[in-house]
């Protein structure tokens, strides 16, 4: 599920911009969340680095 929001309707993108980056984000969305795994991931304070 992919759910984006704008601050302000006059900068959202136009449909077809839309439709185009979650069709992007479809097509990538296993390396997506990986790289977001990877990157936000919070470590267990008692976990070793």
Known sequence: MV???WSKKKNAPRRAEL???????EAH???LL???EEK???KDPGEET
């Open 19 to 25: 439709k185009s980056l979650l069709d992007a984000v």
């Open 34 to 36: 990986e790289e977001w």
């Open 3 to 5: 759910e984006v929001q």
């Open 29 to 31: 969305r296993e390396q």
């Open 40 to 42: 936000v991931r919070v």
